[in-house]
């Protein structure tokens, strides 16, 4: 057996210009971009939260950096996520989805987006997509030092994913529902000690 101590991977890592990043965020320059700009700020217009809530969902099983690299592709792919366009999506824009390699071709996932435009608009009358997702924000929002601290999904993730289903939503699983959460700000779970935490303004 090994006496030598185990050594745990620093959670955060200095960079070259003093700030601290997750790992993740530290070295990629698109992940990194995409870290101090724009993950965990506030989104509350129905497209932002339309186009988030999508990507989210091409997202499972898949890197997010994946996705972000794609997400160009699936702009233009998805009418800039317009919910109204998207909406109105037949089998001849699957086919087209279907056959572009610039974006993630699962048709499940296509028609969940379609699917889920239609829901987006039927959410209109009764406040929105954006302020019906906000609703469900926590009284508290995680506190984490480590990776490990940062949960997966919360009681209010699990809620806001059944309450979409009910609403008619497709690939809204908890875990998915706690990621766009964190992704548009309802929670922050940026690392105690990163640079970014508390950047929403949400939970100062």
Same mark, same amino acid.
């Given at each position: 057996?090994?006496?030598?101590?185990?050594?745990?991977?620093?959670?955060?890592?200095?960079? *070259?210009?003093? !700030? $601290?990043?997750?790992?993740? #965020?530290?070295?990629?320059?698109? %992940? &990194?971009?995409?870290?101090?700009?724009?993950?965990?700020?506030?989104?509350?217009?129905?497209?932002?939260?339309?186009?988030?809530?999508?990507?989210?969902?091409?997202?499972?099983?898949?890197?997010?950096?994946?996705?972000?690299?794609?997400?160009?592709?699936?702009?233009?792919?998805?009418?800039?996520?317009?919910?109204?366009?998207?909406?109105?999506?037949?089998?001849?824009?699957?086919?087209?989805?279907?056959?572009?390699?610039?974006?993630?071709?699962?048709? *499940?996932?296509? !028609? $969940?987006?379609?699917?889920? #435009?239609?829901?987006?608009?039927? %959410? &209109?009358?009764?406040?929105?997509?954006?302020?019906?997702?906000?609703?469900?924000?926590?009284?508290?929002?995680?506190?984490?030092?480590?990776?490990?601290?940062?949960?997966?999904?919360?009681?209010?993730?699990?809620?806001?994913?059944?309450?979409?289903?009910?609403?008619?939503?497709?690939?809204?699983?908890?875990?998915?529902?706690?990621?766009?959460?964190?992704?548009?700000?309802?929670?922050?779970?940026?690392?105690?000690?990163?640079?970014?935490?508390?950047?929403?303004?949400?939970?100062?």
């Amino acid at each position: 057996m090994s006496t030598e101590p185990t050594v745990t991977p620093p959670s955060l890592i200095i960079g *070259a210009d003093g !700030l $601290a990043r997750p790992v993740w #965020a530290s070295t990629d320059e698109m %992940l &990194r971009t995409y870290y101090d700009t724009e993950w965990g700020m506030p989104v509350r217009d129905e497209r932002g939260v339309f186009e988030r809530l999508s990507l989210e969902a091409f997202q499972s099983g898949l890197s997010w950096r994946t996705i972000l690299a794609k997400r160009p592709a699936f702009r233009a792919a998805f009418a800039d996520f317009d919910p109204d366009v998207v909406a109105g999506f037949g089998e001849d824009d699957v086919a087209r989805l279907m056959a572009d390699a610039g974006i993630v071709r699962n048709r *499940a996932k296509i !028609l $969940a987006t379609i699917t889920n #435009a239609n829901a987006t608009i039927a %959410l &209109r009358p009764d406040g929105g997509l954006a302020d019906f997702v906000w609703s469900f924000r926590p009284e508290r929002t995680p506190e984490p030092i480590t990776f490990a601290d940062v949960p997966t999904k919360s009681d209010e993730s699990s809620a806001l994913s059944k309450a979409l289903r009910k609403r008619g939503f497709a690939f809204v699983g908890p875990t998915t529902m706690y990621a766009l959460m964190e992704a548009i700000g309802i929670v922050d779970t940026h690392l105690i000690g990163s640079h970014r935490r508390g950047s929403s303004g949400i939970w100062g």
